[in-house]
């Protein structure tokens, strides 16, 4: 036996019930866009707007003074799944509504004014709550029998005193799991067996008092005992300064069934107290949580419980908002041996500021300790007068959120004495991180969410760690860097925080990952291929960009790793779509996919050249297309001819051959253009000296020039060739570079066409490209860019030299 006279502070409690917790569960389970949402709470209506969306899926109407409850409203609206209308001053609630609402599964019309329990038929209702209206009494309606798949029913009156025995025989046959019955007032009668009737029955809420008529209360239980009811709660079953006499839960020690025990709200007497605990503890309860207990001491000696012979199955005791009506420490004397079944203790809400370390830690079995919601400091915990060295000898999870901790050093240091433990929570403190952490290998899982901590934290965590929970903590940036230091990391949760990009190859061991209300913009396919091993991704409320960024994720990646899709993803951006649900985001998937444009685009281009070349075709394409390449040819040549031109030197570009009757088209046209581009030309008439046989002439004319070219016509074939085929008779040199000739036919010259003897002629044109003068002007400018560019030499390097070599040995020329 310890004695313990340990400091214990009791204050008010602050914890609330959570009244949202059906509302979430009705969102989650109906609702599958937001868009299908509408919160009309609180808007001051009297009556139920006319024109709600036809698809509505979850309709809240509370605190608006309605009063009644028409049909047509609800007319449209057949796919209605979550009805709520509480606070609205309503008396009646027109018959025949519901059935426009054949899918409604959650109905809450708590705290109006109906003096009835409404007819009602859905067989897909799940949860009804009537609570806190003023119908007279209990007795369900016929219709109830139709509620097929009704699993938690709320019934509340301050009207209804009694239970009749056939009150509730319409749900006889039904699946209800969860009664919460009463008004929160006494009832003068109860008749036996009227409750066993609803034999499916797993929970129950009694919120009646019972203070004068306890024999109602033991019959009551009596019939509990008859359903297959597990879990017993009571709220506020004693009321203040109400004289309890006898031994009312008396009754427990012969309910095996009752596995959960909870008493809320409830004024409790340590004088009871000892006589209520022992009933709980010779009974097969193993779960006993007290919520909101108003404890006082009205024993001078404070709580003895005298020791019991008896093994004790309690292994869950639960304390979760205490009130101590005297203000000041209780004491406690109580064997801890009696608790060496117990594993799970929490104390929470109860404004503890220094810890009962002697007890708690000595519980042999206590793998769970739960100090939240306390006022807790390093010292209040860690205190001078608790060895903690050997001790808390099982003790694995251990919760200090919501209290008041500072030094994350000091606490890393002191948990090496808690052997087994393997997790921390310190969400909800003070935590300063300024010294290095030294943290024990056994812990593997870290909660520090709710502080305010930063992109720092990381290197204050153990290597060990697999579970980190970071939430709101105000980091900004996540690197891979940062999670490179936990090579077991497994799950991360980094909720609430400011991290706007996920970094690609992240952490290879991840399988859970939260980082939804950030500013991430899009969840690339590079990011998650870092994290080969993911099965959770939470990533909801951010900003997501809706363009081809997110076109990814949101058609290509498996929805089964999100549990928030498609609820908690909306876009952002671009404004034409914001707030949209990006599970109705649409985009083309062409737009977005490189391959894919590829695919479109290639019958599309083949398509579009099919149709420029017909065009072409019509519009002298084949031409084009021949000078086109003549002049790829030319560009190609040219490399090679530079290399072969270095060591030779000219003094024109060209030498120009042509018949007299063509002069007149030379001098007008070729020269011009020619020259004109910066071209030197040598042409007979001009340049030929005279005296000179014409063949020397031509002879000296070509061996000057880069090029020699011909203007082919049937004249110049007709009078001039044979002068030429003499010269290529004497220079086969030249015959060998036939590259260095150029023909121009100013009038088609078909090959064929030539007389036998032109032989020569007839094999350069097949084997030489030759240009042909166009009679449409557009397609001239064509023919001189090509002829140029076949007079220049390619290399511009070359062409400088060569003009350096031109004036430098500029003499020669004339004497050969
Ligand atoms: C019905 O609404 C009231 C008021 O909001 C709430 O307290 C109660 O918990 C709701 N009932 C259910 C079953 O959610
Ligand atoms: C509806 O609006 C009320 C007040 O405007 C708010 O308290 C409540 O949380 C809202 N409900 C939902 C489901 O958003
Ligand atoms: C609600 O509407 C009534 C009139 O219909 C008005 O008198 C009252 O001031 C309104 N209340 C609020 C809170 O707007
Ligand atoms: C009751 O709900 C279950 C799922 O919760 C469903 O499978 C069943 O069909 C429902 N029963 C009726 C009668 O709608
Ligand atoms: C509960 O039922 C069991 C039989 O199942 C019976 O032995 C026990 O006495 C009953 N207890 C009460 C309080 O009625
Ligand atoms: C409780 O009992 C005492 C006497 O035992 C009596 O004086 C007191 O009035 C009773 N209180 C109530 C609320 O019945
Ligand atoms: C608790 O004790 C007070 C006196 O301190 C007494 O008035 C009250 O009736 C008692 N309540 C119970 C439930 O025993
Ligand atoms: C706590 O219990 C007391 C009665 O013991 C009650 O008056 C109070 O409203 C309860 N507080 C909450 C938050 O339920
Ligand atoms: C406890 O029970 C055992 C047998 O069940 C008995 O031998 C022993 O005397 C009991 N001890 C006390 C203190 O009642
Ligand atoms: C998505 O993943 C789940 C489980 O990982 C699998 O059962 C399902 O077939 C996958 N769906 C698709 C479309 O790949």
């Given at each position: ?13 602050l914890?609330?019930a959570?009244s949202t ?10 609702v599958t866009?937001?868009r299908?949402?509408q919160?009309?709470?609180?808007q ?6 006319l ?9 809240d ?7 009644k ?6 007319q ?20 025949g ?9 959650f ?5 109006n004014?109906l ?19 003023q ?17 938690a ?17 319409s749900?006889?046959d039904?699946?209800?799991?969860h009664?919460i019955l009463g ?7 109860y008749?036996?067996g ?28 009596e019939?509990v ?8 709660e ?24 009752i ?9 409790i ?7 209520f605990?022992k009933?709980v503890?010779?009974?097969n ?7 909101n207990?108003?404890y ?5 000696e404070?709580f003895?419980?005298?020791p ?15 009130n101590?009506?005297q ?6 004397e109580?064997s801890?041996?009696m608790f060496?079944?117990?594993d ?7 404004g503890?500021n220094?810890?009962?370390c002697?007890i708690?830690?000595?519980l042999?079995?206590l793998?769970?300790?739960d100090l939240?919601n ?9 205190w ?8 808390f000898p ?37 935590i300063?991180?300024d010294?290095p ?5 056994h812990?593997?899982s ?16 153990s290597?060990?760690?697999?579970r980190?929970?970071l ?19 497994t ?8 991290i ?10 991840l399988?859970?990952l939260y ?9 690339s ?7 080969p ?6 990533a909801?409320d951010n900003?997501f960009?809706?363009?081809c960024?997110?076109?990814?994720f949101?058609?290509t ?12 993803y909306t876009c ?7 707030d949209?649900?990006?599970s ?5 998937r ?8 590829a695919?479109?685009?290639?019958p599309?281009?083949m398509?579009?050249v ?7 075709y ?7 297309t021949?000078?086109?390449w003549v ?8 490399q ?10 000219f ?20 020269v ?14 001009r340049?030929?000296?005279p005296g000179?046989?014409?063949?020397d ?7 000057a ?7 082919l016509s ?7 060739w ?10 086969r ?11 121009i ?20 044109l ?16 064509v ?5 140029r560019s076949?007079l220049?030499?390619?290399d ?10 031109l ?10």
């Amino acid at each position: 036996t310890i004695m313990i006279n340990s400091s214990l502070t009791f204050f008010y409690c602050l914890q609330c019930a959570s009244s949202t917790l059906i509302d979430n569960q009705g969102y989650a389970s109906c609702v599958t866009s937001r868009r299908r949402v509408q919160n009309l709470s609180g808007q001051n209506l009297t009556n139920v707007p006319l024109d709600l969306n036809n698809d509505m899926q979850y309709l809240d109407l509370s605190h608006n003074p309605l009063v009644k409850l028409q049909a047509a409203p609800f007319q449209r609206l057949s796919q209605l799944c979550f009805l709520k209308a509480t606070s609205c001053g309503l008396r009646l609630i027109y018959p025949g509504l519901f059935v426009h609402t054949p899918k409604l599964k959650f109905l809450n019309i708590s705290h109006n004014l109906l003096d009835y329990i409404p007819d009602l038929s859905l067989p897909l209702l799940k949860i009804l709550d009537l609570a806190g209206n003023q119908y007279d009494s209990y007795q369900l309606p016929a219709t109830f029998e139709m509620l097929a798949n009704l699993s938690a029913l709320y019934l509340g009156s301050v009207n209804a005193l009694q239970v009749d025995f056939n009150d509730f025989d319409s749900l006889s046959d039904s699946s209800l799991h969860h009664l919460i019955l009463g008004g929160g007032v006494e009832w003068q009668r109860y008749d036996r067996g009227s409750l066993a009737k609803m034999k499916s029955l797993q929970k129950i809420t009694l919120k009646v008092p019972f203070c004068e008529n306890l024999d109602l209360f033991e019959n009551l239980l009596e019939d509990v005992n008859e359903t297959q009811t597990t879990d017993l709660e009571l709220v506020n079953v004693l009321p203040d300064l109400c004289n309890v006499t006898g031994d009312p839960f008396r009754s427990l020690r012969t309910m095996p069934l009752i596995n959960d025990f909870t008493i809320v709200n409830t004024w409790i007497n340590s004088s009871f107290f000892v006589l209520f605990l022992k009933n709980v503890l010779l009974s097969n309860v193993r779960t006993l949580t007290f919520l909101n207990i108003t404890y006082n001491e009205d024993t001078p000696e404070g709580f003895r419980f005298p020791p019991l012979n008896h093994t004790i199955v309690l292994r869950y005791l639960i304390f979760y908002g205490v009130n101590h009506y005297q203000y000041r420490y209780p004491s406690i004397e109580i064997s801890v041996d009696m608790f060496s079944k117990m594993d799970y203790l929490k104390f929470s809400g109860t404004g503890m500021n220094i810890v009962p370390c002697n007890i708690m830690s000595s519980l042999p079995s206590l793998e769970t300790l739960d100090l939240s919601n306390n006022l807790l400091s390093d010292t209040g915990f860690w205190w001078p007068g608790c060895s903690y060295t050997s001790v808390f000898p099982k003790l694995k999870h251990l919760s200090l959120s919501k209290n008041h901790f500072v030094d994350l050093s000091f606490i890393a240091q002191q948990t090496h004495q808690m052997k087994y433990l393997e997790s921390l929570d310190l969400s909800y403190n003070s935590i300063v991180l300024d010294k290095p952490c030294f943290w024990p290998v056994h812990i593997t899982s870290l909660s520090l969410s709710n502080n305010n901590l930063g992109n720092k934290v990381f290197s204050f965590l153990s290597q060990y760690l697999q579970r980190i929970v970071l939430s709101k903590t105000g980091i900004t940036s996540l690197t891979q860097e940062d999670l490179l230091q936990f090579p077991m990391l497994t799950h991360l949760f980094l909720s609430s925080n400011s991290i706007k990009v996920i970094p690609t190859d992240l952490s290879p061991t991840l399988v859970s990952l939260y980082i939804d209300q950030n500013y991430i913009t899009s969840v690339s396919r590079e990011s998650l291929a870092g994290l080969p091993s993911l099965r959770t991704l939470k990533a909801g409320d951010n900003p997501f960009v809706c363009s081809c960024d997110s076109y990814w994720f949101m058609t290509t990646l498996n929805k089964s790793l999100l549990p928030d899709w498609p609820l908690d993803y909306t876009c952002s951006t671009p404004p034409s779509v914001a707030d949209l649900p990006m599970s109705e985001y649409r985009t083309s998937r062409m737009s977005c996919e490189a391959w894919l444009q590829a695919a479109v685009a290639l019958p599309v281009t083949m398509l579009i050249v099919l149709a420029l070349c017909s065009a072409f075709y019509a519009c002298d394409g084949v031409w084009y297309t021949k000078m086109l390449w003549v002049w790829i040819r030319v560009k190609r040549r040219g490399q090679k001819q530079a290399n072969l031109l270095n060591n030779t030197t000219f003094r024109y570009h060209s030498f120009i051959s042509y018949s007299h009757q063509d002069s007149a088209w030379v001098e007008s046209k070729l020269v011009p253009s020619l020259e004109g581009a910066g071209l030197s030309l040598c042409i007979h008439e001009r340049d030929f000296v005279p005296g000179q046989w014409i063949v020397d002439n031509i002879i000296n004319c070509v061996e000057a020039s880069y090029k020699t070219l011909f203007v082919l016509s049937n004249h110049f074939v007709q009078s001039e060739w044979c002068n030429y085929e003499l010269f290529f008779a004497q220079h086969r040199a030249i015959d060998a570079q036939q590259d260095s000739l150029v023909f121009i036919l100013l009038e088609p010259i078909p090959t064929n066409s030539l007389p036998k003897k032109f032989l020569k002629l007839r094999r350069l044109l097949m084997q030489q490209t030759y240009l042909e003068w166009p009679m449409d002007e557009r397609k001239q400018q064509v023919f001189w860019v090509n002829l140029r560019s076949m007079l220049q030499v390619a290399d511009h390097r070359i062409l400088k030299d060569m003009a350096l070599e031109l004036t430098q040995s500029d003499r020669s020329w004339d004497s050969p």
